[in-house]
């Protein structure tokens, strides 16, 4: 439009179709996976998930330098548009013909499910960054959204942000004053910030939705009640950093302490009869912590050079308030699993829940009933308070960290990555699992082999006081004892036997390579050329946990609690090649 203004129109796109078969033959033996799916009977599924999502986008650009003063930034508008839909179909008690792999060969009238989601999004936002002498600079932001899945009244919500950052090296050479022959740069930088976001589409109202049952149309019973007002989540943070060099940048460090909370989250909470659960805008989560990075370079010679990077973070996460009437929150996870993952008020995020508990004393020891096991703790009446009041553990950890050192010698390079973690617990699922099976090996040690009333087998006394309070010494069959604390699904055993520290130091990747001088390469047509073997998930130095202490077997907060039937990581070696021309 002008030589400073421009004018930009966007437009894109993204569809996609995924199809998906489950089948399981008559008399597989299996766990079971709910509702009708019985792999004894056989089994078949086919699903099949399209969707696709439009963008369309304005940008007004400009940019100006009016002498020491430098002016650039945006005006713009966004619509945003989202359709899925999910269609499967499966057979219900069985297979009528075994190996026949079809709805059709559905015992009863297969079980259909249809779903169709949409979602629209319209924005306007802006930017702008002002700076002078290239020293100083203050930018700001604004965007405001409408969004399809809140309710009308609470559809518009607008979020700014805005940072200032100050060169002080420049600065104080600006002045015709010298640095420190130590100093070699320093900036300072401050930010604050808005970000909303909106929920997930269709929890506004509850809605009659029907199933068809041997050829009869049943109502479905609803059991998550809906919230026709609901909010927009809205995180403010805060930011101060300093970035600082030293010695001709030999040395240096870069600071960031931040702030930030979050209210008006959107979350499934207990309900009352009849319902199980509600949507609700809970309350106020704050996270505050520090992030450093650390570089430098301690030997430095005309031949050779080691480098040494280390980056340290520390985060606290706590729940400053929930919703009126709630008193604790459970993130979404598996119903099946024996521990749930949340906070309670004033709490920290992350807190791990076991479902059942072992009685204890007041000196923290198991208390065993007349047969020898550990009693289950009952909170005198109100075992989900008593459960709140004692987690197991947390998944937060007190430290995160990576040491990234790198050697050079002439062409030669060694660099390796470790990663770090210190604090936070893990529950082992799997090994749960596998002592309640007797396959783990903390069932090695079965106590002695004798007979008692009749019986041969091996007898163990479980660590802990009678409910009189004296030492415990009654024996107990070792089978017993480990099917009693080991761990199925979310009604049996005691996941607090399973918690493990979820420490650890891994060296991630290892590589070793080599620069081909340029005379080598003056008859080519190549102007660098390396090669590198690289090794990635070598080892664990330093772990606690039988299984994998990374934890997770997805993104959600539940599952970071949680080592259960995780693959181990794949170690991989391989060869590359970079080249320039």
Avoid at 45 to 74: A, R
Avoid at 219 to 242: A, F, R, W
Avoid at 370 to 382: A, H, K, M, Q, R
């Amino acid at each position: 439009i002008l030589p400073w203004l421009k004018l930009q129109l966007r437009a894109g796109g993204v569809a996609y179709a995924n199809n998906n078969v489950t089948r399981s033959s008559v008399g597989t033996i299996s766990k079971g996976r709910g509702g009708w799916e019985d792999g004894a009977l056989g089994y078949y599924k086919e699903g099949k998930k399209t969707g696709f999502t439009m963008n369309y986008d304005f940008f007004l650009l400009f940019n100006k330098k009016l002498s020491d003063f430098s002016v650039d930034g945006l005006l713009g508008g966004s619509l945003y548009y989202t359709k899925t839909k999910n269609l499967e179909a499966s057979t219900k008690n069985g297979l009528s013909v075994p190996g026949f792999y079809s709805i059709k060969a559905s015992v009863e009238s297969p079980i259909v499910d249809a779903e169709t989601k949409t979602k629209k999004v319209n924005s306007l936002f802006g930017t702008l960054t002002l700076g002078y002498k290239d020293t100083y600079y203050l930018e700001a932001t604004g965007r405001n959204d409408w969004s399809s899945t809140l309710p009308q009244q609470n559809n518009s919500f607008f979020y700014p942000s805005a940072s200032l950052s100050f060169v002080i090296s420049d600065f104080v050479r600006s002045l015709d004053k010298n640095l420190p022959t130590w100093l070699t740069f320093a900036k300072l930088r401050l930010s604050a910030a808005q970000v909303g976001k909106d929920p997930e589409p269709y929890n506004l109202w509850n809605t009659r939705k029907f199933e068809f049952q041997n050829g009869t149309r049943v109502p479905i019973v609803e059991t998550i009640k809906k919230n026709s007002n609901l909010k927009p989540e809205i995180k403010t943070s805060y930011e101060m950093g300093l970035d600082m060099k030293f010695l001709n940048n030999r040395l240096g460090f870069d600071f960031t302490y931040y702030y930030s909370s979050t209210k008006n989250q959107a979350m499934l909470v207990d309900a009352s009869s009849p319902w199980s659960q509600q949507w609700v805008n809970a309350g106020k989560i704050s996270n505050k912590g520090v992030e450093m990075m650390i570089y430098s370079t301690p030997v430095q010679t005309k031949d050779f050079r080691f480098d040494l990077g280390v980056n340290l973070a520390k985060n606290i996460s706590t729940v400053d308030e929930l919703a009126n009437g709630v008193n604790h929150i459970y993130f979404s996870g598996d119903p099946n699993m024996p521990v749930k993952v949340g906070a309670v008020p004033g709490g920290k995020l992350g807190n791990i829940y076991a479902n059942n508990l072992m009685k204890r004393d007041a000196q923290g020891n198991v208390v065993v009933g007349s047969d020898g096991l550990p009693i289950p703790e009952t909170g005198n009446g109100n075992l989900e308070q008593y459960i709140l009041d004692h987690p197991i553990g947390n998944i937060e950890p007190n430290l995160l960290m990576s040491v990234t050192p790198s050697f050079s010698y002439k062409g030669f390079t060694l660099s390796a990555m470790f990663d770090m973690k210190f604090g936070g617990d893990i529950v082992c699922v799997s090994e749960g699992m596998a002592t309640a099976v007797g396959t783990a090996k903390r069932t090695e040690y079965r106590g002695e082999y004798k007979e008692i009333n009749g019986v041969k087998d091996y007898y163990m006394v479980v660590p802990g006081v009678k409910e009189d309070g004296s030492l415990n010494d009654i024996p107990v069959s070792a089978q017993t004892y480990y099917s009693t604390i080991g761990l199925y699904k979310s009604a049996k055993g005691y996941a607090e036997e399973f918690v493990y520290d979820a420490s650890y130091i891994k060296l991630k990747e290892l590589s070793i390579g080599y620069n081909f001088p340029s005379r080598i390469l003056k008859k080519t047509p190549f102007t660098a050329l390396k090669l590198s073997f690289v090794g990635r998930n070598l080892c664990f130095l330093l772990k606690h946990t039988p299984g994998n202490p990374d934890g997770g077997y997805d993104t959600t907060m539940f599952s970071q609690a949680l080592d259960y039937a995780a693959v181990p990581y794949t170690r991989t070696f391989g060869f590359s090649i970079n080249v320039g021309f």
